[in-house]
Structure formats: structure tokens, C-alpha cells
């Protein structure tokens, strides 16, 4: 079965991960590269996406689009990049997500069959 696994970073994430020095860093990066290789059977791809004032939203519930720069809601967590996996199920997916080494909120959802 198929799960996305979208990462989400809080803004205190980004505050600590800001005040580490190179070398603290590269380890964060580093465990994160340790948990896709070791994961790599079961991650078929993975994404990280550009900071959120790069984004450009269009809404569509108000007659004609509207778009807009920057990110569809103003919030203190941020998508900032996710990954595909192909695991037997929910349970499997989750027991993935629990070993995530990196920003400190995964949110699961299943991919819808086509």
C-alpha cells in the first residue's frame, strides 16, 4: 500500500536548526541521509520542497481563481518536503514515520488508488 509521508517543520524547528553550527548541522542532515538509505526499500521518492514564500497559491471558491504569492495559510508548521513509501499497511507506514529523524511532525496519509 502506498502512504505519503509529508514532513513538517515548526517554527522552533527552524529556530534550533538555524542556531546549530556547521558541524551540528551537517550531523542533522547527515541522520536524515542515514534514515533514506536505510530506508530506501521502501521510500520510492522522496521530495524536499522550496521555503514557503516561494509558493504560489491559486483559490478557487470565489467565482474567479485568485492567485496569491506565498503559502495558502498563515501558520507556524510548514510542509517542507515528503516522501512516497510502499509498505503492507497503516501500521507499517507509522512504525516509518516513528524513526523519522528530522523535523518533528510527520503526517501520514494514504495515496488514493488511481
Not at 521530495?47 to 506565498?70: F, H
Not at 516509518?96 to 529523524?101: D, F, M, R, T
Request: aromatic share 8%; net charge negative.
Amino acid at each position: 500500500m502506498k502512504y505519503v509521508l509529508m514532513f513538517v517543520e515548526t517554527e522552533q524547528f527552524a529556530a534550533d536548526l538555524a542556531a546549530m553550527d556547521d558541524a551540528e548541522r551537517e550531523r542533522a542532515y547527515g541522520r536524515v541521509g542515514q534514515w533514506f538509505a536505510e530506508h530506501a526499500d521502501q521510500v520510492t521518492r522522496h521530495v524536499y520542497l522550496m521555503p514557503p514564500e516561494s509558493a504560489t497559491t491559486l483559490r478557487l471558491d470565489r467565482g474567479e481563481p485568485v492567485v496569491t504569492d506565498g503559502p495558502f495559510v498563515e501558520g507556524k508548521e510548514i510542509v517542507s518536503g515528503f516522501a512516497e513509501i510502499d509498505v503492507d499497511n497503516l501500521d507499517a507506514a507509522l512504525r516509518l514515520a516513528k524513526s523519522w529523524p528530522g523535523c518533528p511532525l510527520v503526517e501520514v496519509r494514504p495515496i488514493a488508488a488511481t
